[in-house]
């Protein structure tokens, strides 16, 4: 929460003057009563009607100004909270596009977005509220106290004992209730896990006729959670009765108390009115403030939870200084080893070959054989944990980021467009790509006829993440994306894997055509995509299990031709089928 | 309206179960009510008591305190009990509300479960009863202890002075307006600050999902322009919509104290005139404060109610879904089938306007293996759907050992498959409860068989608890292959006499998929298949292979014969070598 006080900084002002505002309120409600016991005590005790005029003329004023006092402050909370809020946002959003890859691994994106939204969304209900509010109780509670003491010390000693009571009942039930409601909102995420599951996994849940026993679970899970609210609501429902029990407790001591000293001549009927209606409102405050204090309690959690994410940094991180084996080649990477953060083992470990420029690399291997790691690397987005990768002789770790970016054309394995329209997906690649070189690259990345037949031609609508595509149809649009960079380098992450076998195909056709001399990395399953690769590296487990063009690998990589056979198996040699 | 009103008694049908509770709760707050009023009175009078120096009569005056402090604890046990109950009926109601959802839900066709988000339907069964839950609670709890205290108050005044009573009642409902006028005047603005919410968090999810893609093309500068664009737009319509609403505290306040002043003033007067003892004039200025809260809470009430029942009607949308049609009286149980399918003149579409499968024949003898390829988006799921029988053939049928599949128990016919879709989906649990899941009574060997045969045994040993590691929901940390594996296992270790295999090796790289082929091999062998794939080297053994094109099957027969033919098949075929 400190953290974020700071965002507060800049409305110093709205945040003074809004429980300023709110404590003239207050004053003036206090001095209600007593406005009440002069008319009883003046007013009807003499018979004055023009004095009884008179004060509810300033009953009336008094309400007015509170009236005033009480809108401007609401309009300072509300402008200070709002702004902050607006601020956080905004510096918090800064901030996660500038955390790296690894750091916002560990956080995961999800609970990012979450906090983001509607935990920013507490955090300036909070703030509002405790301008508004948070003065305002004790400053009643209190208030009323002080004004009691004004009127008569023993009265007022009464008060003294039912405030602290008042505040270990409130206080204690949402200490007593707090970590019961965070069971029950655990029991209702388990009500939405079996929902969830049973809406994805329908298929499966049928096909095993699983229903019944999801019903029977669903059922334990729904009873549970009403246990559950049932039992925090019956100490809940506590509350009332209880504060109801004291402040009526004190009314009765202050009514004997009240009696003695107007038998003594200490007090007049009218001031006892007036202590009496400050231990009333008093209790109207009361239940205004426990309200309160869970959205501040809650607040105060989401704001814990947007600051953690402040917390995250950047890990500084000196690039190796090694020194380039090959500094005549286009690309090289050199005995690179790669473990990401909090993981056990090495997810790549001693990768090493070079590239010319021009050239196609293919990047082959088994699942979770470390393929999208080494492109990765290659793209520079996850530095290598030892050794370096370089591009014309310069280790890429220490590149201005965009300078390398700008070079580099990725199609990402997950197609996925950005809400807009065609063109502006397709403007990501290069801002100031013309009308030309968009439809260039629509036609190389055989996303032509997609546009084409979209209503709006390049200004068709794309919906959130692309949805309103087909997943080949995104996957060859971020092709296109990438191509209209006219990048240096190319890489495809296994892009081809949502087309057909005949699309790939003619995909493949078109980027031997690139101009100029485009290098290009491509990461398969299917030996098809890159056998005319004009190098092919091997991965398996992390490891480079060898280098090569089809033929070599053919005659002398096993792991390769395991893969290459098991595609295509009339292939293999007749001995080795057996 | 109507439909409002519908609404309103299906809550009260839900209610009835607990109609003991409901009256008890009612009488209880009719109580609490009735003594809350009273207090003041007594209060009242003993400051009658209070005439001045020595004019103290202690002994009445302890007469009722003893009374004040007797009601008091009544009142305060009545109202623990009456919340107590309220809580009762209104989470109780809630669950059974659930449960019919949940149970119609898993009896719903594909036909609406295909046609919604998920998200929304999570949604009504979570969200949406919840709200409900906690309109129902304030309905309970609030409306109609407002409703009585406004009466009582009124009544009470009424009995002890018209006059100031009246005043009381023409001033009062000014809050109300006040109130109604606020939120009617910001209701446009919170319906624009949630538009506006809404953009932003689309923006959000996008830049933050995507993050690596917004760096590896350096667009964070301009998102973040866009993003304080919209962030601008929103504080500006947050502050209205914030501010203007909540001017409606004050000004309600504001009433109060005119009614508050109204009574003090004109009681005063009537006092002076001795229509009203010191007493009863604070016991009314007490209820002036009290008459106006209900009012003020009433109108949050019914804002709350009427959003309630919105929400109650979109749950019950979901209960009276008409679920699938039931499974014939006279359907029989498939047992121990045989695995011969036939289809007969099937035709089917999802939607009428736009055809899909067409006079389908097809006779599989037990034990054969079929193939269905063709490119994307050719509706090679659409067999699987009528096969599983999760949607019905529009006309023919489908016969599963010469029965008509809709003749067959639902639950027999499709335990009778094996089933490997291309979604993998897992149920958050222990691996062991996943591979379990069709055979819950399997030994410990049996299930460690059935994952060894489909490789996945040797990762689950590797798991931090083996068998016993939980999974999150769909899968969790697991990779794509490896939820494929256990996918595999999942049938492995049921082996029913028929199988679907939906594109099931596509995110497993090529070599364990070759293994587990071998493995598949082994389970079609005596078994009926259905093979959809992408790779055509997996269905080349295929007996029969269904080419499907646009929805519909284009052609039809052995690998062999289709080459010969020289139509689709052959040009899907050779895209796989012309690199």
Not at chain 2, 149 to 166: D, E, K, Q, S, Y
Not at chain 2, 240 to 264: M, Q
Request: with cysteine; hydrophobic share 45%.
């Amino acid at each position: 929460m400190k953290l974020l006080l700071k965002y507060l900084k800049d409305y110093k002002k709205e945040s003074v003057l809004a429980p300023l505002f709110k404590l003239l309120e207050a004053f003036f409600e206090l001095l209600v009563p007593l406005v009440m016991a002069s008319i009883i005590d003046r007013g009807i005790g003499n018979g004055d009607m023009g004095y009884v005029g008179k004060m509810g003329l300033c009953l009336i004023t008094l309400g007015l100004v509170g009236l005033t006092a009480s809108i401007t402050a609401q309009f300072f909370a509300a402008k200070a909270a709002v702004g902050f809020a607006a601020k956080v946002r905004k510096a918090l959003f800064e901030h996660i596009q500038g955390l790296d890859f690894t750091s916002i691994d560990k956080a995961g994106t999800s609970t990012l977005i979450t906090r983001m939204t509607s935990d920013i969304n507490q955090v300036q209900s909070g703030v509002n509220m405790v301008l508004r509010l948070f003065l305002r109780s004790p400053i009643v509670v209190f208030g009323s106290m002080i004004m009691a003491f004004t009127i008569d010390v023993k009265s007022a000693l009464i008060f003294v004992a039912a405030i602290p009571m008042l505040a270990i009942v409130v206080f204690g039930i949402m200490l007593w209730t707090m970590p019961l409601y965070k069971k029950v909102q655990s029991h209702l995420d388990a009500v939405l896990g079996i929902t969830r599951e049973n809406l994805t996994g329908v298929r499966v849940i049928r096909a095993f006729h699983k229903e019944e026993d999801e019903e029977e679970r669903f059922k334990e899970a729904a009873s549970v959670l009403a246990v559950s609210q049932t039992f925090v609501g019956k100490i809940s429902a506590v509350m009332n009765p209880v504060t109801y029990i004291i402040v009526n407790g004190a009314i009765l001591a202050l009514i004997y108390v009240g009696a003695l000293q107007v038998n003594v001549g200490n007090l007049s009927q009218g001031e006892v009115v007036a202590i009496i209606n400050y231990m009333s409102q008093i209790l109207v405050e009361l239940v205004k403030l426990a309200n309160l204090i869970i959205t501040i309690t809650k607040a105060l959690a989401c704001a814990d939870r947007v600051a953690d994410v402040f917390g995250i940094q950047n890990e500084t991180r000196k690039p190796a200084g090694r020194e380039c084996e090959f500094p005549d080649a286009y690309f090289s990477v050199e005995h690179v080893s790669l473990t990401y953060d909090g993981a056990g083992a090495e997810s790549l470990s001693d990768i090493d070959f070079t590239v010319e420029k021009g050239q196609t690399i293919g990047i082959i291997g088994g699942t979770g054989s470390g393929k999208t790691s080494l492109i990765h690397l290659i793209s520079g987005v996850y530095p290598a944990t030892a050794g370096g990768i370089y591009l014309e002789g310069k280790n890429i770790d220490g590149m201005d980021g965009n300078a390398l970016k700008e070079r580099i054309g990725m199609v990402p394995q997950k197609a996925v467009l950005f809400k807009g329209t065609v063109r502006s997906n397709l403007l990501w690649g290069n801002e100031n790509a013309t009308e030309d070189d968009l439809w260039q690259a629509l036609e190389l990345a055989q996303a032509k006829e997609i546009v084409e037949s979209k209503q709006g031609g390049l200004d068709a609508v794309v919906e959130q993440n692309g949805r309103n595509y087909s997943g080949g149809q995104r996957q060859r649009l971020t092709i296109a994306r990438a191509l209209v960079r006219k990048p240096e380098i190319l890489i495809l992450d296994d892009s081809a894997s949502a087309l057909d076998y005949a699309t790939d195909a003619k995909l493949r056709k078109a980027l031997q055509k690139l101009e100029g001399k485009t290098t290009v990395f491509i990461v398969s399953q299917r030996a098809s995509s890159i056998r005319h690769a004009d190098k092919i590296v091997v991965l398996e487990d992390g490891e480079m299990a060898c280098v090569g063009t089809h033929e070599e690998l053919l005659a002398g990589c096993s792991v390769y031709q395991e893969i290459y056979y098991s595609q295509y198996p009339e292939e293999r040699p007749m001995e080795d089928a057996r | 309206m109507k439909d409002r009103k519908s609404t309103v008694l299906r809550v009260l049908q839900y209610i009835r179960k607990y109609r003991m509770f409901v009256i008890f709760s009612l009488l209880l707050a009719a109580v609490t009510v009735g003594l809350t009023l009273y207090v003041p009175i007594l209060v009242g009078d003993a400051v009658d008591l209070l005439l001045g120096v020595g004019k103290v009569d202690f002994e009445q005056i302890f007469k009722i305190m003893f009374e004040i402090g007797i009601v008091m604890l009544v009142t305060a046990l009545a109202q623990w009990v009456m919340n107590t109950c309220n809580n009762h009926i209104a989470y109780h109601v809630v669950k059974d509300i659930r449960e019919d959802a949940f149970a119609n839900l898993e009896r719903l066709s594909f036909i609406f479960l295909d046609g919604h988000s998920y998200g929304d339907i999570v949604s009504r069964i979570v969200a949406d009863v919840d709200t409900f839950a906690d309109g129902l609670l304030m309905g309970f709890t609030q409306l109609f202890t407002g409703v009585l205290t406004i009466a009582g108050t009124l009544i009470f005044m009424l009995v002890t002075n018209v006059p100031i009573a009246l005043v009381v009642v023409c001033i009062t409902p000014l809050s109300f307006f006040v109130a109604k006028f606020i939120a009617g005047k910001t209701f446009h603005m919170f319906k624009e600050q949630s538009q506006t919410r809404g953009e932003q968090t689309a923006l959000i999810d996008e830049a933050i999902g995507n993050q690596k893609l917004v760096k590896m093309f350096s667009q964070e500068e301009k998102l973040t322009q866009k993003f304080t664009e919209i962030n601008g737009r929103l504080e500006e319509c947050s502050l209205k919509a914030i501010f203007f609403s909540s001017i409606t505290n004050p000004a309600t306040r504001f009433v109060n104290s005119l009614v508050y002043a109204g009574v003090g003033i004109f009681g005063a007067l009537v006092a002076i005139k001795g229509g009203i003892s010191v007493g009863r004039l604070s016991c009314f200025l007490s209820y002036a404060n009290q008459y106006t809260k209900p009012f003020n809470e009433i109108s949050g009430v019914i804002t709350e109610l009427q959003n309630a029942l919105v929400c109650a009607s979109r749950i019950f949308e979901l209960i009276d879904e008409t679920p699938q049609v039931p499974d014939d009286e006279k359907a029989r149980v498939l047992r121990q089938a045989k695995g011969e399918v036939s289809l007969d003149q099937v035709y089917f579409s999802y939607l009428p306007e736009q055809k899909l499968i067409q006079n389908f024949n097809l006779a599989v003898k037990p034990g054969q293996r079929i193939a269905i390829v063709g490119p994307t988006g050719c509706g090679k799921t659409t067999v699987i759907n009528l096969l599983m029988r999760f949607y019905d053939v529009n006309s023919g049928q489908i016969n599963v050992d010469g029965t008509d599949i809709r003749k067959i128990t639902r639950g027999s016919l499709r335990t009778g498959y094996g089933m490997v879709l291309q979604e993998t989906w897992l149920k958050s649990g222990t691996i062991r409860e996943n591979i379990c899941m069709g055979r819950p009574d399997a030994s410990e060997e049996e299930m460690i068989q059935a994952s060894k045969a489909a490789h996945a045994h040797s990762f689950i040993k590797r798991l931090p608890k083996g068998y016993d590691t939980v999974i999150g929901e769909d899968g969790g940390s697991l990779s794509q292959g490896q939820k494929q594996l256990l996918c595999i296992a999942r049938v492995m270790l049921c082996l029913p006499p028929m199988l679907i295999l939906d594109e099931a090796t596509s995110s497993i790289d090529t070599r364990t998929e070759q293994k587990i082929q071998k493995a598949f091999a082994t389970m079609m062998e005596g078994r009926t298949s259905f093979i959809v794939a992408h790779r055509l080297s997996t269905i080349r053994e295929a007996d029969v292979i269904l080419v499907m094109k646009d929805g519909n099957i284009i052609e039809q027969g052995s690998h062999e014969s289709l080459l010969a033919k020289n139509g689709f098949y052959t040009e899907l075929y050779k895209s796989q070598f012309s690199g």
